[in-house]
């Protein structure tokens, strides 16, 4: 394994279900993701991609394969070192953002923290929040901010423990082009920093703004583009949806 | 963790609101019921009081403590029962809310910490409102006591510093023990489930649950195959149990049985209302169930303890008609003598007093002395208005007859009595009379061994057989001068009642004051199960209903699910009555059901209608944000 290597997917398969209807959502899936890389990952509806992402992230059980988050096989992992290793090395952000709707924004963020039994300063939180824009909305409780400003809370409470490896599965499934445009601004800066994100989208201008795209189909991966503009993403789409 | 609650408590309030109330009421059930209890069996007679008089006392305090031992055994059951029922069914709603923090990193422990932390909390809180409630209710069971006749006059429950102790450490151990359980059950919650409805989320009826129902059904069984061989007592408190066994059974399976129950309602008929509702209930099984299960509780339990009770007395009148032949009845203070059968026109007349007397059983170490009571008897006279009452010569100065509510002796035995302070040794039994279902008194004794002075007030009567051909009118009116005379079947109705004004008093005490408990766990329920469903209203309502049809609809499917409890708790209730039929066809010969009919519509009317406005009114705060607010904000 490269000495850069944050995470890698070995001979990864799950299969839901059994018999006749069995559904093979990952087939066989080997695939590694560099320090401070931005991967997205497309395909048909269908084609596997929650399920690479929720393997790659030990929120579901492998059939078969490793799942290498630095030296840690997390497969091997039982379900305390999972939920600690969930505040501590990986982050998340789905298409629906997933907040506390009780809490406010900050306390949102602080969340994570708080579980690991951290009581952390006001200053990091805030820091947090800021740098996805939302400072001065830190009192207020999801349903009073936008979709947009949603995601974002979500993206500052993934980013907030600095992960090793941020997953984000559609986070702009949900936005109108402005809000979307706000977070892969978000996530561009933050791979720039040396983030690793893995995405899961539909969107092709999204996929464009992310270092490589992987093409999944049938639980496979059957393509990979690198630096591809938004044109060369679509049609590759397009190709594999026929 | 802590700030996480408190945001939670002020988000869900309702939900806690109705967890806190069951503690609460709980507690102050219980608590009442304890200190009336101890008060009962620590009271003495006043002082001055004559042997008689305090032997009678003595008596109803015993009555008054095994009436508040019932009670206080069904207080604690409904407590632990809705207690652990409303937090399972809270910690059950916040699923979604609780894989959530899984998501971020919470892990098992700290997912059971926080919902333990948040029970203990909850209990300290319902039981610190419980023990002034308790104050208050037990003012209530006090004054039901004595209008029920139960306490001597001046009794009064007493305030003792300890149950401040009992009641919270009981509003917080039940809170624990009924969150713990589920908690378990939430805390293995994967974090994926909080983003879509699959795998252990929907799974509702786990393999304990389903063994235990099955172990109380099996239960409900048994007491009704026993109740027939129970005799008189044993049968009838066999059958009284029936219920409580079955509605706990089908609590249990309530999962597995409502939905498929609700699903014989027709709800077709009522359109896209009605669609929508039958989906619903179908959908979410464990709300359905919830929201089933005090229902299911109140029906079971009140209407099988009512018509039991009516049954057994019903049984016990037509027991008596059958097993005494008398054609007036005259009621006097003390014995009437010779002033009956010296009245023209009267064949023969039996006199019966009844005693207090301490009853002693066993002997040695076994000895055994409790209070119970002697029916002063003629034996010839007793024998000709009880013809199936058998032979009863040998009863004579120094012998006892075991009585129609003899238990725990029999003919061959040898039992001690004291009468007032005069101790009558130890006597053997020579006979007993058949047993009857109404009870009666435990001995029978000859009229002589009780001096007539000291029998001056007692009240007695007497049965009286006419002759053939005489003036039923005349003789009344001659009769009238020695006490007050009535045909046997209305004395027959008045004894049978007050025979069984024990149950009766249950009925009154735990019924009204429990029923009235789980009257709450219903509306409990209805709350909890809407307060958590405003998005799902919303999201209906975005989809073209009004926000009246969206109440039209949660209404619908509340009525649907009670309507599920109510023949669920139907169902409980017909056990106790083949319990019924069972042990009167044992006992008494002939299988006597009264089912008090008038009470079955109100808890069905009163049942349906509760839920139904409870439901619209929650469903109505529910809906009061429009819907594009709740949309919004994707959790
Ligand atoms: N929990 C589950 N149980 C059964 N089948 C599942 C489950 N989760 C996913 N599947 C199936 O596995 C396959 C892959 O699902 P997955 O969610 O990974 O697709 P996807 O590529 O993310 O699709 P989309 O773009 O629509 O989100 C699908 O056929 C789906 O039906
Ligand atoms: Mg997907």
């Known amino acids: 394994m490269q000495s850069d290597t944050v995470i890698a997917l070995e001979g990864v398969s799950r299969t839901y279900g059994a018999g006749p209807t069995a559904v093979r959502a990952a087939d066989g899936i080997d695939i590694s993701f560099r320090r401070g890389s931005w991967t997205a990952v497309m395909g048909p509806s269908g ?29 091997t992992l039982d379900d305390d070192e999972l939920s600690q290793l969930r505040r501590t090395r990986i982050g998340f952000v789905f298409q629906s953002f997933n907040l506390v709707g009780a809490l406010t924004a900050e306390q949102n963020v602080a969340l994570p923290l708080r579980l690991a039994g951290r009581r952390p300063p006001r200053a990091e939180v805030r820091n947090a929040l800021a740098a996805v824009g939302l400072g001065e909305r830190a009192g207020h409780r999801p349903r009073e901010l936008s979709g947009g400003q949603q995601q974002r809370v979500a993206i500052a409470r993934a980013m907030v423990t600095r992960p090793e490896v941020l997953f984000a599965d559609e986070p702009t499934g949900a936005l109108d082009t402005g809000a979307a445009r706000d977070v892969l601004r978000l996530l561009r800066a933050s ?3 040396g983030q690793t994100i893995v995405m899961v989208t539909h969107d092709p201008a999204a996929a464009a703004r992310a270092d490589a795209v992987v093409f999944l189909r049938d639980g496979r991966i059957v393509d990979r583009l690198a630096g591809a503009d938004v044109r060369a993403v679509a049609d590759r789409l397009v190709a594999l949806e026929a | 963790m802590l700030r996480l609650s408190w945001a939670g408590f002020r988000e869900r309030w309702t939900l806690f609101a109705g967890a806190v109330l069951t503690v609460c009421l709980g507690v102050a059930l219980v608590q009442s019921s304890l200190l009336l209890l101890v008060s009962a069996s620590t009271t003495s007679a006043p002082a001055g009081a004559g042997a008689l008089a305090r032997m009678s006392f003595d008596a109803s305090t015993e ?30 709603q916040r699923r979604r809310e ?17 919902l333990l932390a948040e029970a203990t909390l909850l209990g300290l809180v319902g039981s610190a409102l419980g023990v002034p409630v308790g104050v208050a209710l037990m003012g209530v069971q006090t004054w039901l006591l004595h209008r029920l006749g139960f306490v001597p006059d001046g009794f009064s429950g007493q305030w003792r510093l300890w ?19 589920a908690a378990r059950r939430a805390a293995r919650v994967r974090p994926l489930d909080a983003l879509r409805d699959t795998g252990e989320a929907t799974r509702v009826m786990t393999t ?35 219920s409580v066994c079955a509605a706990i059974a089908l609590t249990l399976l309530g999962p597995s049985l409502v939905p498929a129950v609700a699903r014989l309602i027709p709800a077709r008929a009522a359109g896209v209302l009605g669609g929508l509702a039958t989906a619903n209930l179908r959908d979410d099984r464990r709300r359905t169930a919830s929201t089933a299960a005090p229902v299911i509780v109140l029906v079971g339990l009140v209407l099988g303890q009512a018509s039991a009770s009516s049954s057994f007395t019903a049984a016990g009148q037509l027991e008596q008609q059958r097993r005494i032949s008398a054609d007036l009845v005259i009621d006097a203070p003390g014995p009437t003598g010779d002033r009956v059968t010296t009245t023209p026109g009267v064949a023969s007349a039996s006199t019966e007093v009844e005693v207090p007397i301490a009853l002693t059983t066993g002997s040695g ?11 002063l008897v003629d034996p010839a006279g007793y024998g000709r208005t009880h013809p199936g009452a058998g032979d009863l010569t040998a009863l004579r100065q ?6 129609p509510g003899a238990d725990g002796f029999s003919p061959g035995d040898t039992v001690g009595v004291r009468v007032g302070d005069q101790d009558l040794g130890s006597l053997p039994v020579v006979a007993a009379v058949p047993q009857a279902i109404g009870g009666g008194a435990t001995v029978l004794l000859p009229a002589g061994v009780v001096p007539a002075e000291q029998l001056a007030d007692v009240p007695s009567h007497t049965f009286v057989q006419l002759l053939p051909d005489v003036s039923r009118q005349q003789a009344v009116s001659t009769l009238t001068e020695v006490g007050t005379v009535s045909d046997l079947d209305s004395w027959l109705e008045r004894d049978s009642v007050a025979r069984t004004a024990t149950s009766t008093g249950v009925l009154i005490m735990v019924m009204g004051l429990g029923g009235l408990y789980a009257l709450i766990g219903v509306i409990n329920s209805v709350v909890v199960a809407g307060a958590t469903r405003p998005r799902e209203f919303a999201a209906v309502r975005v989809t073209g209903f009004t926000r009246g049809q969206v109440v039209r609809a949660a209404v619908l499917e509340s009525i649907m699910v009670a309507f599920a409890g109510l023949l669920l708790g139907l169902l409980a209730a017909a056990g106790t009555l083949i319990g019924v039929i069972a042990t009167t066809a044992a006992v008494a010969g002939t299988v006597t059901v009264d089912v008090p009919w008038l009470l079955v519509g109100a808890v069905v009317v009163g049942t349906v209608l509760v839920t139904a406005v409870t439901s619209a009114l929650t469903t109505r705060a529910a809906t009061r944000q429009p819907p594009v607010a709740l949309l919004g904000a994707r959790q």
């Not at chain 2, 031992?69 to 632990?80: E, I, P, R, S």
């Not at chain 2, 609780?98 to 926080?114: E, K, Y």
């Not at chain 2, 009641?167 to 969150?179: E, I, K, Q």
């Not at chain 2, 076994?366 to 029916?375: D, E, G, K, Q, V």
């Open chain 2, 98 to 114: 609780l894989a959530l923090l899984r998501l971020v990193g919470g892990a098992r422990r700290q997912i059971r910490r926080l």
């Open chain 1, 47 to 75: 084609s596997g991609k929650s399920t690479l992402l929720h393997c790659a992230a030990g929120l579901e059980r492998v059939d078969a394969g490793r799942v290498m988050l630095g030296d840690t096989d997390i497969t």
């Open chain 2, 365 to 375: 170490d076994l000895a055994y002395t409790r209070s119970a009571t002697a029916l």
């Open chain 2, 398 to 403: 120094g012998a006892v007859v075991a009585g």
């Open chain 2, 208 to 242: 304990a649950r389903l063994l235990t129902g099955l172990l109380f059904l099996a239960g409900a069984v048994t007491l009704i195959g026993l109740s027939p061989v129970g005799g008189a007592v044993g049968g009838q408190a066999m059958a009284m149990n029936v």
């Open chain 2, 163 to 181: 149950i401040v102790a009992v009641s919270v450490g009981t509003g917080v151990v039940l809170a624990v023990v009924g969150v713990s359980l």
């Open chain 2, 63 to 92: 009555a008054a403590v095994a009436l508040l031992g019932v009670t206080l055994g069904f207080a604690a059951l409904l407590a632990v029962f809705i207690i652990s029922s409303t937090f399972a069914f809270t910690v059950e």
């Open chain 1, 191 to 193: 791979a720039d920093n």
